[in-house]
RNA sequence: GGCGCGGUAGCCAAGUGGUAAGGCAGAGGUCUGCAAAACCUUUAUUCAGCGGUUCGAAUCCGCUCCGCGCCUCCA
């Protein structure tokens, strides 16, 4: 089976392949860094890192760029506020944006790219859609003219055919000429921020920095460009005007967008008192694999409904799969490899693969995973599970960590934004073995009194021990 | 009003014509000095409701109810 993708643009399930060679080159809508970004963000950024890492698993290369929105209304109104620069003020929130996105383990895409970094492109895009006829000015800023590219609506399904300028009662409101047109220049005013151009002095509007950074860095015509479902319209939709007035070919093959998430089946919002942010959930003590988890898990088409009990499922649910690991790796087995866990192993690959493939259907793959480790499980209580089939399971936790990436625990110490939490004391290995011995000792001599002791101290220390046929096993909680 | 998404067990969720995956939670059990972990059994005769098509529908069609998103800068 081959890889899948849903294509808003064509509202169909199509094969994935490149334009050219084995890269693909993807463009995706990152953040504007005008405060902290919040959950429901980072379920569309997580979404674009299984999207990446099913890409490679696939064998592409990637070339990946991401825009960072680093001006705009709210960045020049916030700033103002604090009576920073505009750079200043957005360094603090894009500084923040990669910590967290780091916390939560997402790959930094190829390019990241600033707008600010990126005016001369802007402004070489603007002077070509001039240059034919595209644009118009008023009151010193640009516009885009919809009515002179008649596909405009193809990606979000909207026909607009029927929109005429003048239509709408209040046009005069607007210094456009249709309602419907929107700014590529806009024209400087008051203290605000601003570039000299050619057409004169501003700065640019939200869409054509997508549109002149994807085209700068990736060519005319793109693999995939993906962003939340909010940004189909009008955001990708002027994109497709800008790009595809300027080169005269299909800007983006694949569009893929993800649902929203939701809070315990309600918009987040702040007057709702359910705006969380990822520094939010960290200080109540929630682990960051668990919100990737949880984030990942719900295949990106489907609204996400995002509650606390299921944020705590999911942290279960890794536990689940890190004492599999475990068990796997330190229990003692007869030597060989037992032929039918073999060929379970390549059932549970080949079922993980399928799911992933079809249009990154995590629920589908991730059953595989649960599916085998049961199996596997109930092989090592009956023995039939072999020194060699180690690699086996090994195998199959690899893959689903090389897309999931939640295996390993992340030291509470270096999550953002958190201030250091008043942890149990530290107890070093040596000093654990020491306890263990005493403990076994003691049940040696039925003191059971004394070893349930040592159990709860070490519990305190946060060492959980496991009684098991070859002696103690213990790990850090 | 237009366009789009969705309603499957206590919660999350897969399944888009052939007789309900998986995770978490709950109950009972095996193992254990006790635990933990693991495993087993159990928890939807039923997929928002009604009607239709079909040998057969959660899956297709129609209607109704409910929730959500976009329709000028919100992932």
Sequence with gaps: M???????????????????????????????????????????????DILRRWLRYRGYKLDHVMNVTDVD???????????????????????????????????????????????PEMVKAIEELAAKGFTYTNEGSTYYRIASFPAYGKLSHNDFSGMRSGVRVDVDEYDKADARDFVLWKAHRNNEISWDTPFGKGRPGWHIECSAMAMSYLGETLDIHAGGVDLIFPHHENEIAQSEAITG???????????????????????????????DLLEMGYQPEAI?????????????????????????????????????????????RNQAVAERTAEAI???????????????????????????????DEGYFQEENRWDAARVLEIFDCVFDVLEATDPAKLPGVQAQPTAPAIGDAEIEAYIEERTQAKKSRSFARADEIRALLLEKGIVLEDTKEGVRWKRK
Aim: aromatic share 12%; glycine share 4%.
């Design 73 to 119: 209304d709210k960045i020049i109104i916030n700033a103002a506020k604090e009576n920073k620069s505009i750079e200043d003020y957005t360094a603090i929130y894009t500084k923040a944006f990669f910590e967290d996105a780091a916390a939560l383990r997402l790959q930094q895409p190829e390019h990241v790219a600033p707008a600010t970094k990126h005016i």
């Design 350 to 380: 080949r079922q993980f693969e399928a799911g992933m493939d079809d249009d990154l259907n995590t629920a589908e793959a991730l059953a595989a995973i649960f599916e085998y480790v049961r199996a596997m499980n109930t092989t090592i």
């Design 249 to 279: 070919k299909p800007f983006a093959r694949h569009w893929l967008h993800s649902e929203h998430l939701q809070i315990e089946s309600q918009k987040m919002s702040k007057s709702l008192g359910n705006f969380y942010t990822l520094r």
């Design 292 to 336: 990737r988890y949880l984030l990942a898990s719900v295949p990106y088409r489907k609204k996400l409904n995002f509650t606390f009990e299921g944020l705590k499922a999911a942290a279960k649910t890794i536990e689940r799969l890190r004492d599999f690991e475990l068990r796997v790796s330190s229990t003692k087995l007869p030597a060989g």
């Design 2 to 48: 081959s890889l899948r993708f849903y294509n808003t643009l064509t509202q169909e399930l199509e094969v994935f392949t490149p334009l050219a060679g084995n890269t693909v080159r993807m463009y995706t809508c990152g953040p504007t860094v005008y405060n902290f970004v919040h959950i429901g963000n980072f379920r569309t950024f997580t979404f674009q």
